[in-house]
Structure formats: C-alpha cells, structure tokens
C-alpha cells in the first residue's frame, strides 16, 4: 500500500476478511476481500452489502456564508435545498471542465457537509471561503457506512422510526444501536440504499452489529470495487478512472466538459455564477465524445484501457467494465467517439481479455427509470 494519510477505524474488519488496504484518496481501502465478488454484486442487488466507504472525504462548511460558498462552487441551485435535504452537484475550473462532483447536505440554516471522493473538491471549497465568514472543517473522524440493496430499508426500520418515509436524497439526525449519527438515503449503487454517518469510535459497533444481525437478510461485507460492477450497470462515474485525466486528448490540458460526461444535468436550470458556468454554456454542442454504455458478446469482462473500433478504425476506449452473473451479460462504460454513441452501433474490443463483437448501448443498463432507488415505503 502506498502512502496513506487518512485511517479507517475498521482497517482491521477489512483485514480478517482478506484485504491488504490498498491507497484511496489517502486511505487503506477494501479494494479485495478473499472471496468472490459476484458474490456481492448479487447480494447488493437481491438482498443488501454494507461497505467502509469511509475514504469519500467529508467537509463541513459553517457560518453565515457557507450559503454564498457552496452556491459558487458547485452547479446547483443551493437555495432549493432545505435542511435535512441532499443534491447531487459538480464542480467546474475556469475551463468549465469537470475537476469533481459531490453531494451536497445542508444540515443547519448556516451548515453545509460536501462529501467528495479523490477530485479536487476540498481545494475548491477553501478557495471559494477565502474572505467569507465560513469555517471549512476537514473531517476524517466521521465515516461513512454505506447499507445498499432492496432489503436494507426492513433491516434498518427494526432499528429507525421514519426510515421507511425518508425520501430519496434525504437525510435524518437519529440514533442506530443507541449512538448518535446521520442517516442519507444515497449511494452509489444504483439500489435502494442508506449512508450512516458515524464517529470513528462508533463505527467497529455499528459495522458489527449490522452484520451480526443482519446476517438473517443475507446482509454481507463487501469490498470497496464491488462499486465498480454496480456502477457500470447504474451509470455511475468514477473520478479520475471515467475522465481525461486518464484518457487525455494529445494537445489538450486534461478536463472534460459536462455535455461530454452526461453530467449536465447536475446544472440547476438558469444558474450561473458557479465558477466555469460561461465556458459551460458555450461549450454545449462542441462535444469531442460522450460517455456511453456498451454490451459485449460473451461471458468475459473487459478491462479498463480495452480499445473500441468501427470499420477497422478506433472510435473509443472502455473505462469499466464488468460481467454480470445475474443478468449474464458483459457491460461497460466507454468514452465514444460522438458519431459512434448511438444505440445499435456496431463495435469491436480489442483488448486485454476480450476481443470480439460488440455494440454501442444506451446507459443505465439497470433500472433506466431509477425506480429502485427511488421507491417508496
């Protein structure tokens, strides 16, 4: 493992299940875990997994322009967001090139949690602060337990009065096995899930206990990757693994636009003065390729960096992908030449581990309404 400077309280948990902690965003992670994968994958979409998805950096921004900030930071409309209601935004550079996304909490009149992964949003948020009245609070002790899968609600209501009617992008302050923490209803996951917001010295109990008890719902442990399965299916992305920070453009500094990424709907509609919102608006329509899904023949799944081509000539790259034993198909993500990202479009991999027919498919491949992860009661 390289370097880190950040800890998870259950690195041991991580441990005994089989995982040698490798670096995320500064964090020992749960990259692996010795058993197989798909085991989780099935459990996530049929039952329930919990996951330490505690190397998602937290940062509290406190005081009487935390308001001012967080709306010229990020793409959304923050005065549509209420206390106890969450938003999934972006962040842009002067470009108007995607350096990070993240979800918004406003938790208090004054009082704002922006959770984001290995982008730059925490520099960001600093530099929008500079002169505000606002603290900007890194915090590393509160972890982030993440329950996912259609059974996760009936465990969790044994436990939380309101679970079952709080909304989709909502979150609720209240106590789970008699310790104080905050419960969101969002993931990364594609499914129904919660995020429970802990302190580190509460986390090895609430981990534990949910397993324990849970084991009944076949509720398991699973790895931090296991997300990548998820979200290709969900059309999630992953930063830097989806953007040109991995696949960058020769003569071009790094950076993707929204309307390249699919993203621009994180964009409240009317809103500007977030920073990059000029660039953003001119660059619609000047897309160099889009995000787009592609369906592979065979059982395999592809590798990241596995080339596309149509007629003989490279029209994109896969980011992630990922083999399904539920649905028994091979999935990606792909950067698509704009032409190429069509429906139906005749490709071929050649890659790694596959090469053979394929074809360009609309994303998400799972749940297109986004019913599961939005379901009531």
Partial sequence: MSLSWRTSVLADRHRALGSKLEDWSGMGTAWSYDKDPHEEHVAIRTKAGLMDVSGLKKVHLVGPHAHAIVHQATTRDVTKIFPGKAAYACMLNDAGHFTDD???????????MVVHGSGSGHEELTRAALGRNCAVLFDDDLHDLSLQGPLAV???????????????????????????????????????????????????????????????????????????????????LFYPYDNSQMYPFADEPPGDTLWELGLDFTVSPGKTGFRGFEQHYKLKGRERFKIFGVLVEGDTATAEGDLLFQDGRQVGVITCGMYSTLTNRSMAIARLDVAAAVHGTALEVRGKTVTGPAIAHTLPFDDPEKKKRSAKG
């Fill in 102 to 112: 993240c979800i918004l909490y406003r938790t208090g009149p004054n009082a704002w």
């Fill in 154 to 236: 009936d465990y969790l209501a044994r436990h939380v009065p309101g679970i079952r009617d709080l909304p989709y992008f909502q979150h609720m302050a209240t106590r789970l096995f008699g310790k104080p923490v905050m419960i969101s209803r969002t993931g990364y996951t594609g499914e129904r899930g919660y995020e429970i917001f802990c302190k580190g010295e509460d986390a090895p109990l609430i981990w534990d206990t949910i397993l324990g008890e849970g084991a009944e719902l076949g509720i398991i442990p699973c790895r931090f990757t296991t997300l990548d399965m998820l979200r290709v299916e969900s059309y999630l």
